[in-house]
Each structure stands twice: as C-alpha cells, then as structure tokens.
C-alpha cells in the first residue's frame, strides 16, 4: 500500500484530519415503524446506546406482550474519537421471542441501509443515509402505500389501482379481472402458535403470492388475513388458471415457525369487469360474494 492511500481491509476507515467543508460527514440514523406500535413513528439514532423494551426505563418502549422488558440495544460503532458513528449493531438481549433482521434471529450484527428490524410483533426499518430527511419521507409515502407486515400494497393503494385500470379497461375495452382471496383457518394459527407466528405466516404467503404473479399485476394485504389480486389484461379464464395456481401453491408449501409445520391454504373468488362496472366497489363485492361461496364450500377451492 502506498503513503497516503486508504486502509481498504479497514471498513471504518476514515482519511487523517476533519473532513473538507465541501463534502459533510452525515452519518444520521434513524429507525421508521413500518408496523405495530406508533406506525411512521422516527427514532433518530445519536451517539449514545439505546435500549428497546417493555421496560418503562427503556430508551425505546413497545409495550405489547411479545416485546421482553429488556429486548435488544442498538450500539454506535465509532472509527475514531470525536468523529460520528460509521456503523450501528443491534444485540438480542435473550428475549424470549428473538429480535429478527430481516426476517432472520440475530444474536449481535451491524444494521445495514434498509434492514428491516422486528421486535415482537414490531416491525422497524433502519435508515442510514446521509440524506436522512428525503429517505424519511420516501419511507412514510411507501408507508402510506403499502403494508408494512407484508411489504405488499395496502387497501388504498390497491383501491387506486383498481379505479385506474378499470377506467383504462372501459376506455380500451380490455379485460381485468380481480381475486379476493382469505387464508383459511387463520385463527387457529394464532390461537395455537401465538401472533408472532400468525405474522409470520402472513408474510410468507405475501410472498408467495408476489413471487408467483406477472410484473404487471397487483397483490395487496386488504387487512387481517384477507389479500387481493388485481390482473389487468386477464379475461374470466385466464384469472380463474391463475388463481388455481396460486391455491397450489399455497397448498404445497408448509408454513414452518420454530419448529412447528403448519399447512396452509386459501379460499379465493374470481371477478372480471362487466360492461355495466362503472366503480371498483361493483367487482369487489361480486368476488367477495363468490370468496364466500368458497368458504362455505369447504375452504381450499376457487369459485368465479
């Protein structure tokens, strides 16, 4: 290594002498709650540790039940005296439910730009960035927009779009249809496994359901256990194939929580637009109206 050049096997390397007026050193972090207690609530990330807990004395409190009193602590990681934190750790302090990175149990790890931090039923998301206002706000539109168990669209961003391409559907004479789809016995899940496992059981069928639709169509979280899927350009058939599709999925994987196998299906109801649909609301309900009929024919089948 020649005079002068950086230390590249040091992460936290920061050049000799205070950084040029030109070029500020922001190292601000903050964590958004994307779900749970205080939804688009800003904790700013300073120089000092902080403890997450049930605790009253805690630096951050949640208070529901699957948060420990002393849950986990976030640490600053600084490279030299005097300079801001280059880093931020997150420690399980042996919670009885685990602190999850991304969906992962940690024991101790660095936080990295946009990790996602749950804690107990809390569902936090970590922003480091030198443009920490506009990445801020950026969060709380996607917020705004989108469910944060899931990550998929919420129920007014999925009432948006299906206004949108029910007019373009009018205008072009195209199809589009609609599914409404519930998890079927969900309350089993949570009375048997608990609400953190419930959780997690919605988000991996989010996820099942997104990875195994085109780019173009739209999954949403409606609320509780209850999705919608919006197909533009997909006539009766070709809605009722995809639908179908998605029950086998859902049907062949297993929801697996701490050691617990859990089989999962959905009930869902099929719609296409009528000439006559003027409003969103109008196909909405004639696929509630047929997710029912799945229901009460015994769960786990598509009608439309």
């Given at each position: 290594m020649s005079d002068g050049d950086p230390d590249k096997t040091n992460p936290y390397h920061v050049p000799a002498g205070p950084p040029r007026p030109s070029q500020p050193r922001s190292r601000e972090a903050c964590l958004v709650v994307m779900h749970g207690e205080g939804i688009g609530r800003r904790i700013t990330l300073g120089q000092q540790r902080v403890s997450v807990g049930r605790a009253r004395n805690a630096d951050l409190v949640f208070e529901e039940e699957s948060v420990s009193r002393n849950h986990c602590q976030i640490t600053p990681l600084f490279a030299h005296d005097g300079m801001p934190p280059e880093a931020w750790s997150i420690e399980d302090l042996q919670s009885t439910n685990g602190t999850l990175v991304n969906d992962e149990a940690i024991a101790r790890v660095n936080l990295q730009h946009g990790d996602q931090v749950q804690i107990g039923r809390n569902i936090c998301k970590f922003l480091a960035s030198g443009h920490i206002e506009s990445a801020y706000h950026e969060e709380i539109y996607r917020l705004m927009m989108s469910d944060g168990l899931t990550g998929l669209a919420n129920r007014r961003a999925f009432e948006d779009a299906l206004n949108r391409e029910l007019s373009?559907?009018?205008?072009?004479?195209?199809?589009?249809?609609?599914?409404?789809?519930?998890?079927?016995?969900?309350?089993?899940?949570?009375?048997?496994?608990?609400?953190?496992?419930?959780?997690?059981?919605?988000?991996?069928?989010?996820?099942?359901?997104?990875?195994?639709?085109?780019r173009d169509d739209l999954a949403a979280r409606l609320g509780g256990e209850e999705f919608g899927v919006l197909l533009p350009e997909i006539d009766r058939q070709g809605a009722m194939v995809t639908a179908e599709k998605l029950r086998r999925v859902i049907e062949a994987r297993p929801f697996v929580f701490e050691q617990h196998r859990v089989p999962l299906t959905i009930s869902l109801g099929v719609a296409t637009r009528a000439v006559t649909d003027t409003e969103g609301v109008e196909i909405v309900k004639r696929a509630d109206e047929l997710l029912y009929v799945a229901k009460r024919e015994g769960r786990n089948c598509v009608r439309g």
């Open positions: 373009r559907a009018a205008r072009y004479a195209r199809p589009l249809s609609l599914l409404m789809i519930d998890v079927d016995h969900f309350k089993r899940v949570n009375d048997s496994l608990g609400h953190l496992a419930g959780d997690a059981a919605l988000r991996q069928v989010g996820a099942t359901l997104k990875s195994n639709l085109r």
